[in-house]
Protein backbone atom coordinates (compact mmCIF):
# COMPACT_ATOMS: atom_id res chain seq x y z
CA UNK A 1 0.00 0.00 0.00
CA UNK A 2 2.66 2.44 0.90
CA UNK A 3 4.86 1.48 -2.53
CA UNK A 4 1.37 2.22 -4.20
CA UNK A 5 0.99 5.65 -2.69
CA UNK A 6 4.69 6.68 -3.48
CA UNK A 7 4.34 5.56 -7.25
CA UNK A 8 1.41 7.72 -7.67
CA UNK A 9 2.88 10.72 -6.05
CA UNK A 10 6.04 10.63 -8.59
CA UNK A 11 4.11 10.36 -11.25
CA UNK A 12 1.88 13.43 -10.34
CA UNK A 13 5.61 15.39 -9.51
CA UNK A 14 6.65 13.87 -13.27
CA UNK A 15 3.00 15.24 -14.80
CA UNK A 16 3.22 18.64 -13.51
CA UNK A 17 7.36 19.37 -14.42
CA UNK A 18 6.05 17.95 -17.70
CA UNK A 19 3.01 20.64 -18.01
CA UNK A 20 5.28 23.53 -16.35
CA UNK A 21 7.96 22.74 -18.71
CA UNK A 22 6.15 22.66 -22.17
CA UNK A 23 3.82 25.79 -20.69
CA UNK A 24 6.82 27.58 -19.79
CA UNK A 25 8.18 26.90 -23.42
CA UNK A 26 5.93 29.52 -25.23
CA UNK A 27 7.51 32.48 -25.71
CA UNK A 28 6.59 36.10 -24.52
CA UNK A 29 6.16 39.05 -25.44
CA UNK A 30 4.61 42.85 -25.62
CA UNK A 31 3.18 45.41 -28.49
CA UNK A 32 5.08 48.22 -29.29
CA UNK A 33 4.55 52.11 -29.57
CA UNK A 34 7.50 54.72 -30.86
CA UNK A 35 7.22 57.52 -32.30
CA UNK A 36 8.51 58.59 -35.69
CA UNK A 37 12.24 58.85 -36.32
CA UNK A 38 12.54 56.92 -32.27
CA UNK A 39 13.93 53.52 -31.55
CA UNK A 40 11.83 50.34 -30.70
CA UNK A 41 12.96 47.73 -28.20
CA UNK A 42 11.47 44.50 -29.70
CA UNK A 43 12.07 41.73 -26.73
CA UNK A 44 11.14 37.65 -26.70
CA UNK A 45 11.67 35.73 -23.54
CA UNK A 46 11.02 32.10 -22.38
CA UNK A 47 10.77 30.92 -18.82
CA UNK A 48 11.83 27.78 -19.20
CA UNK A 49 14.41 26.96 -22.09
CA UNK A 50 16.11 23.65 -22.77
CA UNK A 51 18.91 25.03 -24.75
CA UNK A 52 16.17 26.37 -27.97
CA UNK A 53 17.13 28.97 -30.21
CA UNK A 54 15.05 32.15 -30.78
CA UNK A 55 14.42 34.34 -33.21
CA UNK A 56 12.84 37.44 -34.11
CA UNK A 57 11.23 38.00 -38.16
CA UNK A 58 9.86 41.13 -39.77
CA UNK A 59 6.25 41.60 -41.08
CA UNK A 60 7.70 40.57 -44.39
CA UNK A 61 8.91 37.47 -42.66
CA UNK A 62 12.70 37.86 -43.07
CA UNK A 63 14.59 36.91 -40.43
CA UNK A 64 16.02 39.90 -38.58
CA UNK A 65 18.02 37.35 -35.54
CA UNK A 66 18.55 34.33 -35.04
CA UNK A 67 20.06 33.67 -31.51
CA UNK A 68 23.10 36.08 -31.77
CA UNK A 69 23.27 35.66 -35.10
CA UNK A 70 22.05 39.12 -37.51
CA UNK A 71 20.61 37.64 -40.77
CA UNK A 72 19.40 41.21 -42.17
CA UNK A 73 21.89 43.72 -42.95
CA UNK A 74 19.88 46.62 -41.97
CA UNK A 75 22.38 48.92 -40.07
CA UNK A 76 19.56 49.95 -38.10
CA UNK A 77 18.78 47.20 -36.49
CA UNK A 78 20.78 45.85 -33.56
CA UNK A 79 21.25 43.13 -30.83
CA UNK A 80 20.61 44.28 -27.49
CA UNK A 81 20.72 40.86 -25.40
CA UNK A 82 20.54 37.47 -26.62
CA UNK A 83 20.33 34.35 -24.28
CA UNK A 84 18.59 31.42 -24.17
CA UNK A 85 15.99 32.94 -22.12
CA UNK A 86 15.78 36.40 -23.99
CA UNK A 87 15.76 37.70 -27.40
CA UNK A 88 15.46 41.80 -27.68
CA UNK A 89 16.83 43.82 -30.83
CA UNK A 90 16.91 47.17 -31.19
CA UNK A 91 15.45 49.08 -34.47
CA UNK A 92 16.78 52.82 -34.54
CA UNK A 93 15.08 55.72 -36.56
CA UNK A 94 11.85 53.76 -36.67
CA UNK A 95 9.56 54.78 -39.71
CA UNK A 96 6.17 54.33 -40.61
CA UNK A 97 7.11 51.69 -43.07
CA UNK A 98 8.44 49.73 -39.94
CA UNK A 99 5.04 49.29 -38.65
CA UNK A 100 3.14 45.72 -38.45
CA UNK A 101 3.46 42.26 -36.63
CA UNK A 102 7.03 41.09 -35.80
CA UNK A 103 7.25 37.32 -34.79
CA UNK A 104 9.08 35.39 -32.29
CA UNK A 105 9.86 31.96 -32.69
CA UNK A 106 11.10 29.53 -30.22
CA UNK A 107 12.24 26.36 -32.05
CA UNK A 108 11.21 23.51 -30.21
CA UNK A 109 9.27 20.75 -31.98
CA UNK A 110 6.60 21.61 -32.64
CA UNK A 111 8.06 25.16 -33.35
CA UNK A 112 6.04 27.78 -31.14
CA UNK A 113 5.36 31.12 -31.87
CA UNK A 114 4.31 34.62 -30.51
CA UNK A 115 3.77 38.52 -32.10
CA UNK A 116 3.70 41.34 -31.29
CA UNK A 117 2.75 44.40 -33.21
CA UNK A 118 4.61 47.44 -33.35
CA UNK A 119 2.82 51.21 -33.90
CA UNK A 120 4.56 53.56 -35.35
CA UNK A 121 3.20 57.37 -34.75
CA UNK A 122 2.86 59.73 -37.63
CA UNK A 123 4.48 63.54 -35.68
CA UNK A 124 2.43 65.91 -37.56
CA UNK A 125 4.42 69.11 -38.94
CA UNK A 126 3.60 72.63 -37.88
CA UNK A 127 0.67 73.44 -38.90
CA UNK A 128 0.30 76.87 -40.99
CA UNK A 129 -2.62 79.26 -40.98
CA UNK A 130 -3.87 80.44 -44.73
CA UNK A 131 -6.64 83.14 -45.50
CA UNK A 132 -5.85 85.94 -43.39
CA UNK A 133 -5.95 89.25 -45.32
CA UNK A 134 -3.71 92.25 -44.17
CA UNK A 135 -4.91 94.55 -43.79
CA UNK A 136 -8.81 93.58 -43.22
CA UNK A 137 -11.33 96.13 -43.38
CA UNK A 138 -13.75 96.45 -40.71
CA UNK A 139 -17.10 94.58 -41.68
CA UNK A 140 -15.18 91.66 -44.25
CA UNK A 141 -16.29 88.21 -43.48
CA UNK A 142 -12.67 85.81 -43.55
CA UNK A 143 -12.03 82.45 -43.09
CA UNK A 144 -9.27 81.24 -41.81
CA UNK A 145 -7.68 77.40 -42.49
CA UNK A 146 -5.56 75.73 -39.76
CA UNK A 147 -3.84 73.04 -41.83
CA UNK A 148 -1.38 70.18 -40.61
CA UNK A 149 0.23 67.06 -42.38
CA UNK A 150 1.87 63.83 -41.85
CA UNK A 151 -0.19 62.77 -38.70
CA UNK A 152 -0.80 59.19 -37.33
CA UNK A 153 -3.34 58.89 -36.07
CA UNK A 154 -5.18 62.06 -37.09
CA UNK A 155 -4.50 65.55 -35.32
CA UNK A 156 -6.67 67.50 -33.39
CA UNK A 157 -6.54 71.52 -34.16
CA UNK A 158 -7.95 73.89 -31.54
CA UNK A 159 -8.38 77.85 -32.11
CA UNK A 160 -7.52 80.65 -29.70
CA UNK A 161 -7.98 83.97 -29.33
CA UNK A 162 -5.64 85.59 -27.48
CA UNK A 163 -5.41 82.36 -25.64
CA UNK A 164 -8.34 82.20 -25.04
CA UNK A 165 -10.22 78.86 -26.78
CA UNK A 166 -12.58 79.48 -29.12
CA UNK A 167 -15.50 77.16 -28.52
CA UNK A 168 -18.60 79.22 -30.01
CA UNK A 169 -17.22 79.88 -33.25
CA UNK A 170 -18.50 78.07 -36.54
CA UNK A 171 -15.35 75.09 -37.72
CA UNK A 172 -15.40 72.81 -39.77
CA UNK A 173 -12.89 70.03 -39.29
CA UNK A 174 -11.71 67.58 -42.61
CA UNK A 175 -9.50 64.63 -42.50
CA UNK A 176 -7.81 63.62 -45.57
CA UNK A 177 -6.42 60.36 -45.70
CA UNK A 178 -2.60 60.58 -47.48
CA UNK A 179 -0.89 56.86 -47.55
CA UNK A 180 -0.09 56.39 -44.16
CA UNK A 181 -0.66 60.03 -42.57
CA UNK A 182 -3.34 62.48 -42.85
CA UNK A 183 -3.93 65.96 -43.44
CA UNK A 184 -6.11 67.61 -41.07
CA UNK A 185 -7.73 70.96 -41.96
CA UNK A 186 -9.96 73.40 -39.49
CA UNK A 187 -11.55 76.54 -40.27
CA UNK A 188 -12.43 79.19 -38.54
CA UNK A 189 -14.79 82.02 -39.86
CA UNK A 190 -14.70 85.40 -38.48
CA UNK A 191 -17.16 88.80 -38.48
CA UNK A 192 -14.13 91.71 -38.38
CA UNK A 193 -14.42 94.52 -36.62
CA UNK A 194 -11.78 96.89 -34.54
CA UNK A 195 -12.34 95.29 -31.87
CA UNK A 196 -10.20 92.09 -33.87
CA UNK A 197 -6.95 94.90 -34.37
CA UNK A 198 -3.80 93.40 -33.08
CA UNK A 199 -5.67 90.10 -31.46
CA UNK A 200 -3.57 86.74 -31.92
CA UNK A 201 -5.28 83.94 -33.63
CA UNK A 202 -3.58 80.39 -32.83
CA UNK A 203 -4.00 77.24 -34.19
CA UNK A 204 -2.41 74.45 -31.70
CA UNK A 205 -2.13 70.73 -32.94
CA UNK A 206 -2.65 68.13 -29.98
CA UNK A 207 -1.37 64.94 -30.76
CA UNK A 208 -0.25 61.76 -28.97
CA UNK A 209 3.20 61.86 -30.64
CA UNK A 210 3.52 65.75 -29.29
CA UNK A 211 3.34 64.60 -25.92
CA UNK A 212 3.56 68.04 -23.81
CA UNK A 213 4.83 70.22 -26.42
CA UNK A 214 1.74 70.78 -29.13
CA UNK A 215 2.63 72.14 -32.13
CA UNK A 216 1.40 75.47 -33.00
CA UNK A 217 1.08 78.94 -35.84
CA UNK A 218 -0.24 82.01 -34.95
CA UNK A 219 -1.19 85.27 -37.16
CA UNK A 220 -1.98 88.64 -35.20
CA UNK A 221 -4.79 90.83 -37.34
CA UNK A 222 -4.17 94.16 -38.28
CA UNK A 223 -7.81 95.74 -38.99
CA UNK A 224 -8.61 99.21 -40.55
CA UNK A 225 -11.42 100.99 -39.85
CA UNK A 226 -12.87 104.89 -40.32
CA UNK A 227 -11.88 106.87 -37.44
CA UNK A 228 -14.22 107.81 -33.82
CA UNK A 229 -13.98 111.19 -32.10
CA UNK A 230 -14.88 112.79 -28.61
CA UNK A 231 -13.71 116.11 -26.82
CA UNK A 232 -12.91 115.87 -23.61
CA UNK A 233 -12.62 119.46 -21.71
CA UNK A 234 -10.57 120.55 -18.48
CA UNK A 235 -13.43 122.55 -17.02
CA UNK A 236 -16.84 121.87 -16.02
CA UNK A 237 -17.71 125.38 -15.88
CA UNK A 238 -15.67 127.87 -17.73
CA UNK A 239 -15.16 131.13 -16.28
CA UNK A 240 -13.35 135.02 -17.65
CA UNK A 241 -9.67 134.69 -17.34
CA UNK A 242 -9.69 130.70 -16.80
CA UNK A 243 -7.23 128.33 -18.81
CA UNK A 244 -9.32 125.88 -20.40
CA UNK A 245 -7.74 123.05 -22.77
CA UNK A 246 -10.05 120.61 -25.04
CA UNK A 247 -8.71 117.43 -26.20
CA UNK A 248 -9.90 115.96 -29.35
CA UNK A 249 -9.65 111.79 -28.72
CA UNK A 250 -9.72 109.88 -32.37
CA UNK A 251 -9.66 106.71 -32.79
CA UNK A 252 -8.95 105.45 -36.14
CA UNK A 253 -6.67 102.74 -38.30
CA UNK A 254 -4.16 104.05 -39.71
CA UNK A 255 -4.15 106.50 -37.43
CA UNK A 256 -6.68 109.90 -38.18
CA UNK A 257 -3.30 112.94 -38.06
CA UNK A 258 -3.47 115.62 -37.83
CA UNK A 259 -6.70 116.72 -36.68
CA UNK A 260 -8.68 119.91 -37.84
CA UNK A 261 -10.13 122.27 -35.24
CA UNK A 262 -12.98 125.38 -36.03
CA UNK A 263 -15.18 127.73 -34.37
CA UNK A 264 -19.03 127.80 -35.85
CA UNK A 265 -18.23 126.36 -39.05
CA UNK A 266 -15.10 128.73 -39.39
CA UNK A 267 -11.06 129.18 -38.63
CA UNK A 268 -9.82 129.19 -35.11
CA UNK A 269 -10.33 133.72 -34.80
CA UNK A 270 -7.99 134.45 -32.02
CA UNK A 271 -4.52 132.37 -32.87
CA UNK A 272 -2.65 133.99 -29.88
CA UNK A 273 -5.04 132.73 -27.15
CA UNK A 274 -6.20 129.54 -29.00
CA UNK A 275 -2.82 127.22 -29.48
CA UNK A 276 -3.50 123.67 -31.29
CA UNK A 277 -0.40 121.60 -30.55
CA UNK A 278 -1.68 118.04 -32.20
CA UNK A 279 -5.00 117.15 -30.93
CA UNK A 280 -5.31 119.67 -28.20
CA UNK A 281 -6.88 122.94 -28.46
CA UNK A 282 -5.58 125.37 -25.63
CA UNK A 283 -7.29 128.75 -24.40
CA UNK A 284 -4.78 130.47 -21.79
CA UNK A 285 -7.28 133.27 -20.67
CA UNK A 286 -11.06 133.04 -21.51
CA UNK A 287 -13.47 135.67 -22.53
CA UNK A 288 -16.77 135.90 -23.40
CA UNK A 289 -15.79 136.70 -27.05
CA UNK A 290 -14.93 132.41 -27.02
CA UNK A 291 -18.54 131.78 -26.74
CA UNK A 292 -19.47 129.41 -29.68
CA UNK A 293 -19.27 125.98 -30.98
CA UNK A 294 -15.90 124.19 -30.87
CA UNK A 295 -15.80 121.12 -33.81
CA UNK A 296 -13.17 118.30 -34.07
CA UNK A 297 -12.67 116.32 -37.30
CA UNK A 298 -11.06 113.69 -38.10
CA UNK A 299 -10.47 111.22 -40.92
CA UNK A 300 -8.61 108.54 -43.22
CA UNK A 301 -8.76 107.05 -45.76
CA UNK A 302 -11.90 104.91 -44.94
CA UNK A 303 -14.11 107.70 -43.43
CA UNK A 304 -14.17 111.03 -41.19
CA UNK A 305 -15.74 111.59 -38.26
CA UNK A 306 -16.24 114.83 -35.66
CA UNK A 307 -17.64 115.66 -32.61
CA UNK A 308 -18.44 119.15 -31.10
CA UNK A 309 -18.13 121.13 -27.81
CA UNK A 310 -20.28 124.28 -26.67
CA UNK A 311 -18.53 126.50 -24.70
CA UNK A 312 -20.54 129.20 -22.72
CA UNK A 313 -17.59 131.26 -20.77
CA UNK A 314 -19.21 132.35 -17.27
CA UNK A 315 -18.81 135.58 -15.51
CA UNK A 316 -17.53 135.23 -11.80
CA UNK A 317 -18.88 137.56 -10.25
CA UNK A 318 -21.99 136.75 -11.27
CA UNK A 319 -21.28 133.21 -10.45
CA UNK A 320 -20.63 134.73 -7.17
CA UNK A 321 -24.19 136.74 -6.32
CA UNK A 322 -26.12 134.01 -8.17
CA UNK A 323 -24.67 131.61 -5.64
CA UNK A 324 -25.79 134.47 -2.53
CA UNK A 325 -28.97 135.04 -4.04
CA UNK A 326 -29.32 130.71 -3.65
CA UNK A 327 -28.12 130.73 0.28
CA UNK A 328 -30.53 133.35 0.69
CA UNK A 329 -33.74 131.69 -1.11
CA UNK A 330 -33.04 128.87 0.72
CA UNK A 331 -32.78 130.21 4.33
CA UNK A 332 -36.19 131.35 3.68
CA UNK A 333 -37.47 128.65 2.16
CA UNK A 334 -36.51 126.47 5.30
CA UNK A 335 -37.60 128.91 8.16
CA UNK A 336 -41.23 128.94 5.97
CA UNK A 337 -41.29 125.28 6.73
CA UNK A 338 -40.35 125.32 10.07
CA UNK A 339 -42.98 127.80 11.12
CA UNK A 340 -45.61 125.44 9.02
CA UNK A 341 -44.68 122.49 11.10
CA UNK A 342 -45.32 124.37 14.64
CA UNK A 343 -48.69 125.96 13.75
CA UNK A 344 -49.81 122.46 12.20
CA UNK A 345 -48.80 120.41 15.49
CA UNK A 346 -50.19 123.64 17.56
CA UNK A 347 -53.49 123.33 16.50
CA UNK A 348 -53.63 119.64 16.38
CA UNK A 349 -53.05 119.72 20.48
CA UNK A 350 -55.64 122.11 20.63
CA UNK A 351 -58.24 120.48 18.81
CA UNK A 352 -57.76 116.72 20.39
CA UNK A 353 -57.84 118.77 23.82
CA UNK A 354 -61.23 120.89 22.88
CA UNK A 355 -62.54 117.37 21.86
CA UNK A 356 -61.69 115.59 25.13
CA UNK A 357 -63.39 118.54 27.26
CA UNK A 358 -66.94 118.63 25.21
CA UNK A 359 -67.17 114.99 25.71
CA UNK A 360 -66.46 114.82 29.81
CA UNK A 361 -68.83 117.49 30.29
CA UNK A 362 -71.54 115.37 28.29
CA UNK A 363 -70.67 112.36 30.10
CA UNK A 364 -71.27 113.80 33.55
CA UNK A 365 -75.36 113.38 34.05
CA UNK A 366 -74.29 109.93 33.01
CA UNK A 367 -71.95 109.52 35.59
CA UNK A 368 -75.10 110.61 38.04
CA UNK A 369 -78.17 109.35 36.78
CA UNK A 370 -79.47 105.81 38.83
CA UNK A 371 -80.71 104.10 35.75
CA UNK A 372 -79.57 104.06 32.33
CA UNK A 373 -83.09 106.29 31.25
CA UNK A 374 -82.24 108.81 33.49
CA UNK A 375 -79.07 109.05 32.19
CA UNK A 376 -80.21 109.29 28.74
CA UNK A 377 -82.63 112.13 29.66
CA UNK A 378 -79.57 114.08 31.23
CA UNK A 379 -77.56 113.51 28.48
CA UNK A 380 -80.49 115.17 26.62
CA UNK A 381 -80.80 118.27 28.87
CA UNK A 382 -76.56 118.45 29.07
CA UNK A 383 -77.24 119.10 25.00
CA UNK A 384 -79.78 121.61 25.55
CA UNK A 385 -78.16 123.91 28.00
CA UNK A 386 -75.51 123.20 25.38
CA UNK A 387 -77.24 124.50 22.49
CA UNK A 388 -79.10 127.58 25.37
CA UNK A 389 -75.30 128.61 26.18
CA UNK A 390 -74.37 128.74 22.83
CA UNK A 391 -77.40 130.36 21.66
CA UNK A 392 -76.89 132.68 24.49
CA UNK A 393 -73.20 133.47 23.68
CA UNK A 394 -74.49 134.27 20.18
Not at 337 to 362: D, M, P, Q, S, W
Request: net charge negative.
Amino acid sequence: MILKRHLIFTLCTIYGILLKGISGQYPLVQNVTVTEGGTANMTCRVEYNDNTSLQWSNPAQQTLFFGDKKALRDNRIELVHASWSELTISISDVTLTDEGMYTCSLFTMPVRTAKAYLTVLGVPEKPEIDGLTKPALEGDQITLTCITQGSKPAADLRWFRNEKEVKDEKHLLEVNASGRTFTVRSSLQLHVDRNDDGVAYTCKVDHVALAQTPQQATEVLEVHYAPRVEIIHSLAVPQEGQYLKLECVSKGNPSPDPVMWTKDGGELPDMERMIVEGRELTFTSLNKTDNGTYRCEASNHLGTSSAEYVLYVYDPNALGQHGTDHALIGGVVAVVVFVTLCLIIVLGRYLARHKGTYLTNEAKGADDAPDADTAIINAEGNHAHAEEKKEYFI
